[in-house]
Each structure stands twice: as C-alpha cells, then as structure tokens.
C-alpha cells in the first residue's frame, strides 16, 4: 500500500464550522422554570421537578399555574 491512503487520517473532523461555540452566555430563557405562577392573581409555588406547572392549579382561583 503506498503511504497516505486507506481509512483515517486527513485531517477531517477537526475544525468544523464552530456553530454551539464562543458567542454570549444564553441567559434569558435559558433552563427549565423555577417556579410556578397564577396569570390571574399573581399567586406563587415552588416549581415541583416532574410535574409540568400547567397541571398544578392555584389553590386561590383554580387556573391553572404557567412555569416562570
């Protein structure tokens, strides 16, 4: 086999077009919801981890709650 040839090597993988990396911290928006929050009255839970806030309701008025 001559020298060079075959599988691997050339120097591709390396490098790429950088898309996901450097730029500004994500901040705004970024992660899951804290806490959930009446859109009614204003009412506040801690947010429960395997719960989706939209299937607690606020025990003040009955909407149901919109993670914040």
Do not use: I
């Not at 009614?40 to 149901?64: S, V």
């Amino acid at each position: 086999m001559a020298a060079g040839r075959g599988r691997g090597g050339g120097g591709r993988g390396m490098g790429g077009s950088g898309r996901g990396m450097g730029g500004p911290p994500q901040t705004a928006g970024g992660g899951p919801p804290t806490k959930c929050v009446c859109p009614q009255c204003g009412y506040e839970a801690p947010k429960k981890r395997g719960l989706p806030c939209r299937n607690m309701k606020c025990p003040k008025c009955g909407t149901p709650l919109v993670g914040e």
